[in-house]
């Protein structure tokens, strides 16, 4: 079969997608057998070789859950800890007390730009879930109000702030000073994150019913008879769930503390990878909310195996998204996408932009958008002659990188299963929270490059 070329591709691209977004909320098919399906079939219409199709999807599912179901693993079992402890209680109660219920939406929005700064998406997401849900059982109030604020401070951290890992490597490829990235960054993150978080949610969760009974929330609700016995104290279950982070941070220092290729910084940045800092964290969570609370070591054995068992559906659903976007960028479907955008002339921040945002749809990933379009972009703005601030550019690459999310991205399902609500309702709140962050960043990196 001959192999499809141009912007016949793009066509085959927006045609999968829409049957894909069709099986999955028209025929209500299981995601995972639709993300496989779709992308055997959309591999076999570009003429991309029988034998690599199938190896294309298995390497995109395999790289994607490398990362994630390690994250989701030990992140569901430090957020089982907190939960059983009476920890997620404790925090969400100080939380309630400091900011009175009715701004405990602002209060989710802090908590997710301190504790995304360091970390993946997907391990912010999952360590300050049970948060969430004990939250909204506090309070009565949607999980829509209490969530969106959350998931849109840690996707702003995500793509437009420093030491974040992907906006680190923006940082690299256009030569940006970090420090002023990192000013930037939070003068256009902190008044994005408050548009698309707390005042969206605001808006948005009159209008969206979720289902009374969400399966995953009851993982991380304290249940009745725990009001019974006293609760962990703030500081020490605060430095539980901020472990990981502390230690992935550290690891980002090692080279200012010690030279690198020395023993002390490869221990460092050993330590501060994502999923050591999360095992450590685990661990030391089996003393803090396990034994000192009185648990013994049969009860949080149990309490580990317990809450794997209903993340495995969504492990699956997340890995088959990353393999459909595997599936987009062997078939030539994402470079089409790139060169369709570079032949467009436009200026530096708006190429960046643009670049990243049309990888980001193709690939469903901020990461691979934002790494990929540093590359692209670099050269052309070096090469076009136009002043551009680098640190500008860092901003402009990783808000494109987070523009509406949907079926080929991991977050999008990790979400959507969450908090317990359908494709089509997961499109009106997190793909449109995605969109407002990346529009706004956009116009805000404007606004800056006219004024500095």
């Given at each position: ?64 859950l490398g990362h994630i179901a390690i994250v989701v693993g030990l992140g569901t079992m430090l957020g089982k800890m907190m939960a059983e402890s009476g920890g997620a209680e404790r925090i969400a109660t100080t939380l309630i007390s400091w900011f009175g219920e009715k701004n405990i939406h602002w209060a989710m929005m802090c908590v997710a730009i301190i ?22 059982k506090r309070t009565g109030k949607s999980l829509l109000l209490i969530g969106l604020p959350m998931v849109a401070g840690l996707s702003v951290v995500h793509g437009l702030i420093p030491p974040h890992p992907a906006a680190l490597l923006a940082v690299q490829a256009y030569h940006a000073d970090i420090g002023r990235t990192i000013a930037y960054g939070l ?266």
């Amino acid at each position: 079969m001959e192999a499809v070329h141009g912007s016949m591709l793009l066509i085959y691209a927006v045609i999968a997608i829409a049957v894909l977004i069709l099986m999955i909320t028209r025929f209500k098919v299981y995601p995972f057998l639709v993300l496989i399906i779709v992308s055997l079939l959309l591999g076999l219409a570009v003429g991309m070789p029988a034998g690599t199709i199938v190896k294309s999807f298995e390497t995109g599912n395999g790289n994607t859950l490398g990362h994630i179901a390690i994250v989701v693993g030990l992140g569901t079992m430090l957020g089982k800890m907190m939960a059983e402890s009476g920890g997620a209680e404790r925090i969400a109660t100080t939380l309630i007390s400091w900011f009175g219920e009715k701004n405990i939406h602002w209060a989710m929005m802090c908590v997710a730009i301190i504790v995304g700064l360091p970390v993946f998406f997907e391990v912010g997401f999952v360590l300050l879930i049970p948060i969430a849900f004990n939250v909204a059982k506090r309070t009565g109030k949607s999980l829509l109000l209490i969530g969106l604020p959350m998931v849109a401070g840690l996707s702003v951290v995500h793509g437009l702030i420093p030491p974040h890992p992907a906006a680190l490597l923006a940082v690299q490829a256009y030569h940006a000073d970090i420090g002023r990235t990192i000013a930037y960054g939070l003068m256009v993150g902190i008044p994005t994150a408050i548009v698309a978080g707390p005042l969206f949610a605001l808006l948005i969760h009159r209008h969206i019913k979720l289902a009374e009974n969400n399966p995953l929330a009851a993982q991380f609700v304290d249940s009745g008879e725990q009001g019974k016995r006293d609760l962990p104290g703030f500081g020490i279950t605060l430095f539980t769930i901020l472990l990981p982070v502390i230690l992935m941070l550290i690891g980002s220092w090692a080279d200012l503390v010690f030279a690198p290729k020395t023993m002390a910084n490869d221990l460092l940045k050993f330590i501060g990878t994502s999923d050591v800092a999360l095992l450590i964290a685990v661990l030391v969570s089996f003393w803090t909310f396990g034994a000192s609370r009185g648990f013994n070591r049969e009860q949080i054995q149990k309490f580990c195996g317990e809450c794997l068992a209903p993340i495995a559906g969504i492990t699956l659903i997340v890995g088959a998204g990353g393999g459909f976007g595997r599936g987009l960028m062997d078939s030539g479907i994402s470079k089409q996408i790139v060169e369709t955008a570079t032949s467009a002339h436009l200026s530096p921040l708006l190429l960046g932009w643009f670049v990243a945002a049309l990888i980001r749809l193709a690939t469903g990933s901020a990461t691979v958008a934002m790494t990929t379009a540093c590359g692209i972009v670099a050269p052309i703005a070096q090469a076009s002659g136009v002043q551009v601030k680098p640190e500008l550019l860092v901003l402009a690459t990783g808000s494109g990188s987070l523009i509406f999310s949907h079926v080929n991205d991991g977050g999008f399902w990790l979400i959507k299963e969450y908090f317990g609500m359908t494709v089509g309702q997961t499109f009106k709140t997190w793909s449109l929270c995605e969109t407002i962050i990346s529009l706004m960043g956009l116009g805000l990196t404007f606004a800056l490059a006219a004024v500095l």
